[in-house]
């Protein structure tokens, strides 16, 4: 119901260079900056027809969500560096004693209400903690850009990792406590100024308040889900997959991950790559889990798991790919996401005997499962489902052995993941020995020849991807 009118007319001047010039001129940048209790500043405004500028609402163009985009040109990207935005904004958070500058939709209604309740006029302390966060969004909005121009070279080519590691993360919430009870936690969200993706930006439904496990665990089993097109189910414990598996359905994905140990799953944290069904949340309230993570659920699911209430359900929405840092004493470690596709005509047989349909189908699955455990990371499998998970052990053989032993279901005619290289024979000698068949993976051991000869002999097939997928 508010009466609007364009740029160009109030600034009696034509926007010109594609939509480049259009808010910066005097009669803007004049009617904001002016100080209302100087008579020279105001009868400057009289002189050359300025209208005052009260309240300045900006939302600047999304320059960080345009660089995630994949494949965007460098073209694209500096195109949407927005300049009259951000001079708007400082110029309105500058004058903050007499004007309200807004940036942030999240404050619109209770702007809207306060100008309702006081004759159109919003407070001192208001005007003052809206040019403070007017300042951090400028700054923050500048920041992006300039970790992001660097990595721009010739043509569309981009550097993957910023010359300087620049974290901005405002705190979201406040944990219980971190790992253990003594020490204090957050949760930072990255990202642009709104965009809720991610586990760190994810909507929590019901249960009780997440803790700082919880989020890791969440975003390994979120992690994982996402990485099939099928129906899947993710169940994780301590970070590791204890059930995984791809169906035709939700509720058979989610079965099928739990058959495959359902003692490591009780207490576990749950995620699915579609929206829960009601079928599936009957199942799933028949377990105790800490947490859930879907991008959605259907008023039955949400029904049937409130039941429950300390389980914790949040919504996620998918984000986009990003570096991944840990710190270490002293400073930051930064690298890509292992994004990369499992890429089948890129994977090599190099054994006598190559894997049948149904293998390669299982040694797919496996792979990409093997990709979100703990290095050194074994994974038994057939298609569709996880038999046996053995992770995070010294030596590949250990890992080889407890996967087996983890294993509550038939392991004859599984295949079997390896993240890594086997350095030695003895790996698939005891894959074998517990019934496996077939093989996947990077291969690159000073001793393959070895290896591939044991495989040979034992009637496996054997395909090398080339690819390393350690996760320390």
């Keep these: 119901g508010i009466a609007v009118r364009d740029v160009a007319e109030v600034t009696g001047f034509p926007e010109m260079l594609g939509g480049r010039v259009k808010t910066m001129h005097p009669r803007i940048t004049g009617g904001i900056l002016a100080v209302r209790s100087d008579p020279e500043h105001m009868q400057a405004l009289v002189q050359h027809n300025i209208a005052p500028i009260d309240l300045v609402v900006v939302n600047l163009y999304a320059f960080e969500k345009t660089a995630a985009k994949p494949g965007v ?44 309740a006081n004759e159109c006029r919003l407070s001192e302390t ?6 403070l966060k007017a300042f951090a969004t400028t700054a923050a909005y500048d920041r992006a850009i300039a970790n992001t121009l660097p990595g721009l070279r010739d043509g569309d080519g981009r550097e993957p990792l910023p010359a300087v590691l620049d974290i901005r993360a405002p705190r979201r919430m406040s944990l219980r406590y971190g790992e253990n009870p003594h020490q204090s936690a957050g949760l930072y969200a990255t990202g642009p100024e709104g965009a809720e993706t991610g586990v760190a930006g994810a909507r929590q439904l019901h249960g009780k308040e997440l803790s700082y496990n919880n989020l890791v665990d969440l975003d390994a089993a979120w992690q994982l889900a996402r990485e099939f097109e099928r129906p899947a189910a993710a169940i994780i414990k301590h970070t590791n997959p204890c059930g995984c598996a791809e169906q035709e359905t939700l509720s058979a994905a989610y079965r099928k991950a739990l058959e495959c ?92 005997r190559s894997p049948t349909p149904q293998e390669m189908a299982a040694l797919e699955f496996a792979w990409k499962v093997a990709k979100h455990v ?59 020995r517990h019934g496996a068949t077939a093989v996947i993976q990077p291969g690159g051991s000073v001793r393959d020849a070895e290896v591939i000869a044991a495989a040979n002999r034992l009637g496996l097939a054997m395909v090398f991807t080339g690819i390393r997928h350690f996760r320390h």
């Design 374 to 432: 703990k290095s050194n990371a074994i994974v038994y499998a057939v298609e569709g489902q996880t038999m046996g998970v053995g992770a995070g052990q010294m030596s590949r053989v250990d890992s080889v052995r407890i996967g087996a032993s983890k294993a509550v279901l038939p392991l004859k005619g599984t295949v079997v993941a390896s993240d890594a290289f086997f350095p030695f024979p003895d790996g698939v000698e005891e894959l074998a």
């Design 261 to 352: 140990d359902p003692v490591s799953a009780f207490g576990g944290v749950l995620a699915f790559n579609r929206a829960l069904d009601g079928e599936t949340a009957s199942a799933v309230a028949e377990l105790f889990a800490e947490a859930i993570a879907a991008p959605g659920y259907s008023p039955e699911a949400l029904e049937r798991l409130r039941a429950k209430k300390n389980l914790r359900l949040i919504e996620v929405s998918d984000a986009p790919a990003g570096l991944v840092v840990k710190s270490i004493t002293g400073g930051y470690l930064a690298q890509t996401e292992d994004s990369i596709s499992f890429d089948r005509s890129k994977l090599s047989v190099v054994t006598e």
């Design 73 to 116: 040109s460098s073209e694209e990207i500096i195109e949407n560096i927005d300049i009259g935005g951000p001079t708007m904004i400082r110029s309105a958070a500058k004058n903050f004693a007499y004007v309200a500058v807004v940036t942030d939709p999240a404050d619109y209604a209770a702007i809207a209400e306060e100008l309702r």
């Design 126 to 131: 208001t005007r003052w903690r809206l040019a």
